[in-house]
């Protein structure tokens, strides 16, 4: 079953990061809706001499962008300016060693 996302009423939504690949991925992923506008967090767990805390980044869900959406965005503006797209990101700008004389 898919999330829906209730943008009628104030909440917020925490899910744990089942993806995490790393220690850098966050924790945790959440849905906040603050009068009608939607925003997106990614939260950490943090250790202090208090214990454990949520410390974690807030954006707007107009600023979030998937890497799906980035490649996409990336294939229209090189069709756009109607270029092949590179195969690789790979330099080829070969050099040529200086001739022995």
Do not use: C
Not at 23 to 32: C, G, L, M, R
Not at 34 to 45: F, K, M, P, Q
Not at 82 to 91: A, C, F, H, N
Request: aromatic share 8%; net charge positive.
């Amino acid at each position: 079953m898919a999330f829906v996302h209730d943008r009628s009423r104030n909440g917020v939504v925490i899910f744990k990061n089942a993806h995490k690949q790393s220690d850098a991925s966050p924790d945790y992923n959440a849905f906040i809706t603050i009068n009608g506008e939607a925003y997106r967090a990614s939260l950490w767990t943090k250790y202090g001499s208090k214990g454990s805390y949520l410390s974690g980044n807030i954006i707007t869900e107009a600023e979030f962008v998937t890497a799906e959406q980035m490649k996409q965005k990336k294939k229209a503006e090189i069709a756009a300016r109607g270029v092949d797209e590179p195969k690789s990101t790979k330099s080829r700008i070969r050099t040529r060693k200086p001739e022995q004389g």
